[in-house]
């Protein structure tokens, strides 16, 4: 996850704070918010943090706002240069089957690293048709049911001269194909099953590898036909 505040206003020296990091004025904490949407109105430009690099520990998860004495400069992700943050919302899938002693899932090679299909949402979709178009395009695929929502991912990149934002939203699925034709205009080189410790071991994602490790439970409930709760 990442948190958001907002530079202070009238005039924010961001060079500096690029530099040196971001302090309240008067002694005050710094306030952080889980998501833009929760983020005050304001003036001041949007800045991004990532809980990791702030000091002590961190429940983004927890009551909004989460407040800090300071960020430092190594957790503020949209300066040098400046870039403001927009929202890009998209789906993906956990396509997973079941093994006589595990499960596996469906991963694809994308760019030199392992991923999970994904993309982003079109106007007018919503985040479960976008999850499984997504899937079907990446993949090559026909038959693809979606069994339950998994929650969600979110990360940034610079994007231009805008700061992405994109929070994607997971699905299981599961398909009786068992052939693939992975979208080569996409960067896909292969498409494979995997069980699920290799999977997880060869992510190349640290959001996905913490994701996965969030959602294991309920995948393998799931596949199984057991109650996760």
Known sequence: MLLFTRSPAPAPDLPT???????????????LWPSIDTLPAGDGPVLVADPRMLPGTISPNGAPPVEVPAVPSRALCNLSPYRPPEPV??????????????VALLVIFRRGVW??????????????????????????????TLTCALGTTQHGYPDGRRYAVKTTHWYLMQTPDRSFSPDRRE???????????????????????????RVEGDVRAALNGKDAR
Do not use: F, N
């Open 17 to 31: 704070i690029a530099e040196q990091g971001l302090t309240a004025p008067d002694g005050d904490s710094v306030r």
């Open 89 to 102: 919302v998209a789906g993906g899938g956990y396509v997973g089957c079941v093994l006589p002693d595990d």
């Open 115 to 144: 991923d999970l299909p994904k993309g982003t949402k079109e106007p007018g979709e919503s985040v479960g048709t976008c999850a499984r178009r997504e899937v079907r395009e990446e993949v090559g695929v026909e038959a693809l």
């Open 187 to 213: 960067g896909i080189r292969r498409v494979e099953w995997a069980r699920w410790d290799g999977a997880r071991k060869h992510m190349g994602y640290d959001t996905l590898r913490r994701h996965m490790d």
